[in-house]
């Protein structure tokens, strides 16, 4: 299962603070990218809960849910993020050590 870094954790609560999240809100990981994204990306949107079926991660409050389609091409890997000098976050997916 998907797992994420102290970073990752971090920032995905702040995100979800400034989108005025809910106990329950957190990132939502599906297979459904955005027109002209590249064949394998990922989706990553702001939601208030997951879906019937999602994988639910969930690190010091910081919660990422996964469609099916996500949590299968996640399985085993590390999510990390950070935040570049504009501002931008940035998410990044490393193998599992």
Request: glycine share 12%; hydrophobic share 40%; aromatic share 4%.
């Amino acid at each position: 299962m998907l797992t994420l870094t102290d970073n990752a954790s971090n920032i995905v609560k702040a995100i979800v603070e400034q989108n005025g999240g809910t106990e329950d809100a957190g990132l939502r990981f599906s297979a459904e990218p955005a027109e002209g994204a590249p064949q394998g990306a990922l989706a990553v949107t702001t939601v208030e809960g997951g879906e019937p079926g999602d994988q639910v991660v969930d690190k010091d409050g910081a919660k990422v849910y996964l469609e099916e389609t996500a949590a299968v091409a996640l399985g085993d890997q590390v999510l990390d993020a950070s935040v570049d000098q504009s501002g931008a976050v940035q998410f990044s997916i490393a193998p599992s050590a």
